[in-house]
Nanobody, 122 residues
Framework: QAQLVESGGGLVQAGGSLRLSCEAS????????MGWFRQVPGKERDFVAA????????YYADSVKGRFTISRDNAKNTVYLQLHSLKPEDTAVYYC???????????????WGQGTQVTVSS
């Protein structure tokens, strides 16, 4: 049984917007910080954004600051990633993750979603 389930990826033109959603089991959502990573073929999976469960403190990769917004709805056990001003270089598979914040990133997540493709055309 999948414990993190993403949705919301798709094809969008440069400058457009998308919203990704990730629904988690209640146990995971109440225990861990939630975040997003992305990966392109042949490269490592990179941290994008994370949000703590208590104070809702948010963390972002420099490449997405000011364009992406992470949020969480504790009543729905769901974390969102709002993507604005999309660029072709944002094209990747986006993965939802749950784990602990170390420094300013979600590191070595304990749980992963299956991934959702985001493609930005120029």
């Amino acid at each position: 049984q999948a414990q993190l389930v993403e949705s919301g990826g798709g094809l969008v033109q440069a400058g457009g917007s998308l919203r990704l959603s990730c629904e988690a089991s209640g146990r995971i959502f109440s225990t861990y910080a939630m975040g997003w990573f992305r990966q392109v073929p042949g490269k490592e999976r990179d941290f994008v954004a994370a949000i703590r469960g208590g104070l809702f403190t948010r963390y972002y990769a420099d490449s997405v600051k000011g364009r992406f917004t992470i949020s969480r709805d504790n009543a729905k056990n769901t974390v969102y990633l709002q993507l604005h001003s999309l660029k072709p270089e944002d094209t990747a598979v986006y993965y939802c993750a749950a784990g602990l914040i170390v420094g300013t990133k979600l590191r070595d997540p304990d749980y992963w979603g299956q991934g959702t493709q985001v493609t930005v055309s120029s």
